[in-house]
C-alpha cells in the first residue's frame, strides 16, 4: 500500500498545541460526513487501528490489522514502534498517534476497504477526533468507535443487539451509542470520514457477531500490546 502523501504531511507534524489546533481548523472542512461509503457486502479489506502505550513512558506500538469483512479471518498485519513526540493534550490526542499509524498503514501490500478506529470521529470537542484525522489523510472510508463517550448526551438505547440513540452535541448528531450485545453497555459509533452514520453502524454491527467491541479493535488491541512486550518491530 502507498500512502506516501499522507506520510508527507505528518513529515511536518505539529509540536505545540496551537499547531495542532491551526491543522483541524484547516482540514475539518475537508471530512466527508455525507458518503454513503462502501455497504458491509461491498467490503472485502477491514482493518483495525489500535495504539499501545508502555506504563509511564511515551513509548508505543502502532498496529494495523486487516480482516475478511465477511469471515473475520487475518489477512495481513503490520506494526510499528515508535515514541509519541506530541504532548498529551485532550482533544489533541491523535496527534501522538497518527504518524505511527500512517507507518503502519505504509507497510500494508494493498489498501484497506475500510479503517476501523479505536476512537472517535465527529464526536469530539472540535468535530475532528483520529478517525477523522486518518480518514482525511489516507482518503480512506474511516470510522470511529468508542469504547466510551467523550462528548455529548444521549438517551440509553434499548436493550436488544441493535438499538442505538442519537448521541448529541451542541444540538448536533455527532454519532450514535450503539448496543451491540444484548443488554451490554453501548459502543459509540462515530463518522469519521466517507461512511455515513448508518452506514457506520451497519458496519459495526457486522463486525460484532460475538462482543462487544469489534473484531477489527480487538484484534488490533492484542496485536499492539503483545508487540510492546516482544520489542522490535514486527510485520506479518
Not at 494493498?110 to 477526533?129: I, N, S, T
Not at 451509542?177 to 451497519?202: E, M, N, Q, W, Y
Amino acid at each position: 500500500m502507498s500512502t506516501s502523501s499522507a506520510i508527507a504531511s505528518a513529515e511536518e507534524w505539529p509540536r505545540t498545541a496551537a499547531e495542532a489546533l491551526a491543522v483541524q481548523d484547516r482540514l475539518r472542512p475537508t471530512v466527508d460526513t455525507v458518503g454513503p461509503g462502501p455497504q458491509p457486502g461491498e467490503v472485502r479489506r477491514v482493518a483495525g487501528l489500535d495504539v499501545a502505550y508502555a506504563e509511564d513512558s511515551d513509548e508505543l506500538a502502532a498496529a494495523v490489522v486487516v480482516l475478511d469483512a465477511r469471515t473475520h479471518a487475518v489477512l495481513e498485519s503490520s506494526v510499528v514502534h515508535g515514541v509519541a513526540t506530541f504532548p498529551y493534550v485532550p482533544g489533541l490526542f491523535a496527534f501522538r498517534e497518527i504518524p505511527a499509524l500512517l507507518a503502519a498503514l505504509e507497510r500494508l501490500d494493498a489498501a484497506p476497504d475500510l479503517l476501523v478506529c479505536d476512537g472517535q470521529g465527529l464526536a469530539h470537542p472540535r468535530r475532528f477526533g483520529l478517525a477523522c484525522h486518518l480518514g482525511v489523510l489516507t482518503g480512506l472510508p474511516t470510522i470511529g468507535v468508542g469504547k466510551t463517550q467523550f462528548v455529548g448526551t444521549y438517551e440509553p438505547p434499548g436493550q436488544a443487539r441493535g438499538e442505538a440513540a442519537d448521541l448529541v452535541y451542541e444540538g448536533d448528531v455527532v454519532g450514535r451509542a450503539l448496543r451491540t450485545r444484548d443488554a451490554v453497555k453501548p459502543v459509540f459509533v462515530s463518522i469519521g470520514h466517507g461512511v455515513d452514520l448508518d452506514t457506520a453502524c451497519a458496519h459495526v454491527l457486522a463486525l460484532t457477531p460475538r462482543y462487544r467491541l469489534p473484531e477489527t479493535t480487538r484484534q488490533a488491541d492484542r496485536l499492539c500490546r503483545r508487540a510492546l512486550e516482544s520489542g522490535p518491530a514486527a510485520r506479518s
